[in-house]
C-alpha cells in the first residue's frame, strides 16, 4: 500500500498530467456504463458496446482501448483479427506458443481447440512460467509464435528472438510487436529505470526489425489496422496503426 502511494506521488511529480489523465479515464468509463447500443464489438471475448473502455498511463490516454471484459488492448485485436484473415486458425495440427500472452487469449485458442501454450514469468498471467531467453522446448516445436509487447522488457532480446527462432518449425511464422518509435533510427538502451518509461528496459528504434531479422528471420513489416481495413478497424476498435513483424525461419 505505502510502496503505491510512493509510486502515484512519484508520478505526479514526473508527470502532473498522469492526474488529468486518470480522471479523464476514469469519467469515460463510467459514462460507458449507461451508454446503450452496439457500436463496437471485440474479436477476442464476442463482447459488444457502445465503445471500449480507456485506459491511461503518466504520460497519455487512450479512448476506445480496453475491452472491459477480456481486457485486450487495441494491438490484441489487430493481431487476433489478422490471424483471422490470414486463416491461421483453419489448420487444428497448428501448435501455437504465446510468449507473455495476449489478453483474453487462452479462452479464445482453447475455443477453437487449437494446441496452445502460453509462458510468462508470472503464472497468474500463463499456462506455464518459463523464462524467454531459456525456452524450455524442443527445436522445431512450434508452428506459430506470438510475441506481443515483451522484448521490451527482456533484457537480452536477441537471446530472446534467437530461442523463438529455435523452437520455431520450417514454415512456421512468428508475430513480434513491441511500442517503437518509427521516426527514430536507433533504438536506446536504459542505462537506469526512466521514469517516462518506467516499465520498459529500452526504446525501440526502427533498427528493431533488423535486430530481430539478426536471430535468423526473414522479417516482413505489416500495419495490422490497414490490412483490417476501415469497417473491421472500427468495429474492433483498433485505432491508427499497429505495426507487427512477421517472421519466418531463414532456411526454413
Ligand atoms: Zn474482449
Redesign the pocket.
Known amino acids: 500500500m505505502f510502496n503505491q502511494v510512493k509510486w502515484r506521488a512519484r508520478l505526479l511529480f514526473t508527470s502532473p498530467a498522469s492526474a488529468v489523465y486518470a480522471f479523464k479515464c476514469r469519467c469515460y468509463n463510467l459514462v460507458n456504463l449507461f451508454l446503450r447500443g452496439k457500436k463496437v464489438k ?1 474479436n ?4 459488444e458496446g457502445y465503445r471500449f473502455s480507456a485506459m491511461a498511463g503518466a504520460y497519455y490516454i487512450r479512448y476506445n482501448a480496453i ?6 488492448a487495441e494491438r490484441n ?1 489487430a493481431l487476433i483479427a489478422y490471424m483471422n484473415n490470414r486463416g491461421d486458425f483453419s489448420d487444428k495440427q497448428v501448435r501455437y506458443l504465446d510468449i507473455g500472452p495476449i ?2 487469449a487462452r479462452a479464445y485458442f482453447e475455443a477453437k481447440h487449437c494446441d496452445y501454450i502460453s509462458i510468462d514469468l508470472d503464472t497468474k498471467y500463463a499456462i506455464k512460467k518459463m523464462d524467454v531467453t531459456r525456452l524450455q522446448f524442443l527445436d522445431e516445436t512450434f508452428d506459430i509464435i506470438i510475441c506481443s509487447h515483451v522484448l521490451e522488457h527482456v533484457k537480452d532480446d536477441l537471446l530472446a528472438s534467437r530461442e523463438m527462432a529455435r523452437v520455431m518449425k520450417p514454415g512456421g511464422r512468428g508475430y513480434i510487436m513491441v511500442p517503437f518509435d518509427k521516426n527514430r533510427k536507433e533504438t536506446i538502451e536504459y542505462e537506469k529505470p526512466n521514469p517516462r518509461d518506467p516499465l520498459h528496459i529500452r526504446s525501440y528504434g526502427r533498427d528493431f526489425i533488423d535486430r530481430i531479422a539478426s536471430a535468423g528471420f526473414r522479417v516482413q513489416e505489416v500495419d495490422l489496422v490497414a490490412e483490417a481495413g476501415e469497417a473491421k478497424a472500427a468495429l474492433y476498435g483498433l485505432g491508427k496503426e499497429e505495426i507487427c513483424v512477421v517472421c519466418t525461419k531463414k532456411g526454413g
Open positions: 471485440c477476442i471475448c464476442c463482447w475491452c472491459p471484459v477480456c481486457g485486450s485485436r489478453k483474453g
